[in-house]
Structure formats: C-alpha cells, structure tokens
C-alpha cells in the first residue's frame, strides 16, 4: 500500500512567478485535503476535496491559490503571483470513504516552498 | 472556529523516563483527537487517535486520555527510546467540519 505522494518535494520560485503542487492520494481514498505548516506551527487546513468536489475552502486561500482534483483522484494546488508570505510546506493529506465519523488523515510528505 | 492549544512546547527526558503532552481544544462538538509525529523534513504522520466514546486508548509504549468535560487530552509515552525524539502534534476535529485543527506542537528531545 503505498502512502499519500506529493511532487515536486521541494521548490524554489522567484516573487511573482506562478507555481503548481501534485498531491496522489492513497489509492481508494476519495477525500483530500490540503493543508500548510510554516516554521514551528502546526499544519493549518486549506481546502478539502470529496471525490472531484471542492466541498471545503480556509479563509487562508486567498483568490490568488486554487485547488483542484478534475478526475477524483490526484489533485493540483496552484499558487499565481508568489509572495514571499506563501512561504512554507504544503501538506497533502487523504482519507478513505466516510464510515460515520471523521476518519484518519494520512499525510504526504509535504512540498516545500521558498520563495525568494 | 476551533482552537487548540498545546503545552508544552518543548520538552526533554532521560532515555526510559516517561513524557506527557497536553492538549486543550475549544469546540464541544470536536469528538476525534489524532496524534501525529513529524520528524524532520517529513510530513505528520499518525500514531494514535481516540474518539469521543472513549476516554482512554493504548498502543503499546503510547496511550492517549480524553476528558471531554474538561476539553483536553493527552499523550503518554513510557519507557522513552532515542527514536521518539521528533516534533509530535495533537489536533482535533468532527465530521461537521472535514478537517483537522492542530495544536503549536511540542518537540520532544530524548536524552540518551
């Protein structure tokens, strides 16, 4: 079983350039999220994804990112017009289907961002 | 919106000693408490949850208790190893909501 996979792991950007984040869920998972740690915080929610659904949105997701996940399966966080604020590891996490209550999230490994 | 806070925030023991790390949470209707341990450069991952039926819940050397009275839970581990030092994060969450608040974190150094 393999786990929540994320691409690229680390990313350098330059202020003002666009940038795009690949989440694969665990196979048969079909809710996502999206969350984003920075240094010394825990990981703040940022959307959450049932099948092809965008069903959840932070008020952290400024207009300047949107998620999507066309075909249920992986999903694409982008981020247009970097700001060095946007600074920080994002988290893809999936679940499987709903048995009644909130199931356990299993987290990726993270993409890092920098922006310079 | 739900609030967690996480205490302390960093904490260190001797190799075998036990520690202890808790957590408050704000909203009544929170009824699931995952515990998750991040080590450097990785993402969080899972180590023991409990649900709001039960008060206590163990996993070999790691156990978690929960007073929804009171609005906190904790995570104990015994008989403390070198491989427990990381950053370990409490959060909480309901099906209402879909997602996970998280606590600061505490890291946890475990002296040999």
């Known amino acids: 079983d393999t786990g929540v996979s994320q691409d690229p792991r680390h990313k350098i950007t330059k202020r003002g350039q666009n940038v795009t984040f690949r989440c694969d869920p665990i196979s048969e998972h079909n809710r996502l999220y999206w969350y984003r740690q920075t240094l010394g915080q825990g990981p703040e929610f940022l959307t959450y994804?049932?099948?092809?659904?965008?069903?959840?949105k932070s008020r952290l997701l400024s207009d300047r990112f949107s998620a999507e996940r066309p075909k249920g399966s992986f999903s694409t966080l982008e981020i247009q017009r970097t700001e060095q604020g946007d600074s920080a590891m994002y988290l893809c996490?999936?679940?499987?289907?709903?048995?009644?209550?909130?199931?356990?999230?299993?987290f990726g490994p993270g993409t890092r961002l920098t922006v310079l | 919106g739900e609030n967690v806070e996480q205490h302390p925030s960093t904490l260190s023991v001797q190799e075998g000693d036990s520690a202890v790390i808790k957590c408050t949470y704000s909203d009544s209707a929170s009824n699931y408490f995952p515990w998750y341990k991040q080590e450097l450069g990785k993402g969080p991952q899972l180590i023991i949850d409990i649900r709001s039926n039960v008060g206590e819940k163990k996993d070999q050397r790691i156990a978690v208790t929960l007073n929804k009275t009171a609005k906190h839970f904790s995570l104990h581990i015994t008989e403390t190893q070198p491989e427990d030092s990381a950053v370990y994060f409490c959060?909480?969450?309901?099906?209402?909501?879909?997602?996970?608040?998280f606590g600061q974190g505490t890291r946890l150094t475990i002296n040999p």
């Open positions: 994804f049932q099948n092809e659904a965008q069903l959840e």
């Open positions: 996490a999936s679940s499987p289907p709903a048995s009644g209550g909130l199931d356990t999230q299993y």
């Open positions: 959060a909480a969450g309901h099906q209402g909501a879909q997602k996970l608040v």
